[in-house]
């Protein structure tokens, strides 16, 4: 359960992390039936309200009236923290990533939200609806909320049973154990790639290299490699008597004979 909800809570600041940026760039959403385009609703009459920092949202959803780009940074840093908190980086750096953390998180951004905001956000905003898991993100499709009672742990192909803890199925203390959730009744997750992005993006680099330097030597002349000293047949002659070029320079000279 309590891994459940970690994960909930992750997916809940990405959501909630993303809505701000919206915020942010085009101030609040407006009302459902009032969605449209400012510069094409003026065109056909319609009031349209400019604040001090607006900028048109292209999509229609949001209102444009920014609030001081001060108080937009201070939430954009907020939401920075958030989001390198849930980071898979925290993992490789054994930061131990908890529930309390989490909604620690939440709250920061939503005091953000409330010094920009001092009347607070339209109820209908989803960056206010995130801020309280109200934002219908388990109706979307491809959701991937789960729910604690039901969720399924997997490690290796198989199904952790909830009555038993993790050293039942891992004997070495030192293993590291990479586990999946599913949605109660689905298959077992597809296993770990057996190499990183970050490694198959070095190999794929380094098979370029070579594939580009076998077209280079086959596009070579065939006699190309007699200009290299080592197909000299005279250089072992010139090597024991102090020759390095193959000829003898003379002092005033302008080359080897």
């Known amino acids: 359960k309590r891994i459940t909800e970690v994960w909930n809570l992750r997916l809940q600041i990405q959501r909630l992390c993303t809505h701000c940026k919206g915020v942010v760039d085009y101030g609040p959403a407006k009302k459902p039936k009032e969605v449209g385009i ?82 607070g956000l339209p109820e209908w905003d989803p960056a206010r609806l995130a ?22 742990l997997w490690f290796a192909g198989k199904q952790f049973e909830r009555d038993t803890i993790i050293k ?34 070095a190999m794929m680099a380094h098979y370029y290299k070579k594939q580009e330097e076998l077209k280079r030597v086959q596009t070579n002349d065939e006699d190309d490699y007699l200009h290299s000293a080592w197909a000299n047949s005279n250089s072992l002659k010139y090597q024991l008597h102090g020759q390095s070029t193959g000829g003898i320079m003379f002092r005033k000279g302008r080359g080897a004979m």
Do not use: W
Not at 131 to 152: N, V
């Open 38 to 119: 400012d510069h094409i609703e003026e065109q056909a009459g319609k009031t349209i309200e400019r604040g001090p920092f607006y900028q048109e949202d292209p999509t229609g959803h949001r209102t444009g009236n920014r609030v001081d780009p001060k108080l937009s940074a201070v939430i954009i840093q907020t939401c920075e923290d958030a989001l390198q908190a849930i980071s898979k980086l925290q993992a490789t750096k054994r930061v131990a990533l908890t529930a309390k953390l989490l909604k620690e998180k939440i709250r920061n951004i939503g005091g953000a939200l409330t010094i920009a905001f001092p009347m």
């Open 131 to 152: 801020l309280t898991d109200q934002d219908g993100a388990e109706g979307a499709p491809g959701q991937k909320i789960l729910d604690p009672e039901t969720a399924t």
């Open 168 to 201: 039942d199925r891992i004997r070495h203390e030192k293993s590291k154990v990479v586990a999946k959730l599913q949605k109660d009744g689905a298959r077992a997750p597809g296993r770990e790639a057996g190499i990183s992005e970050e490694e198959k993006k």
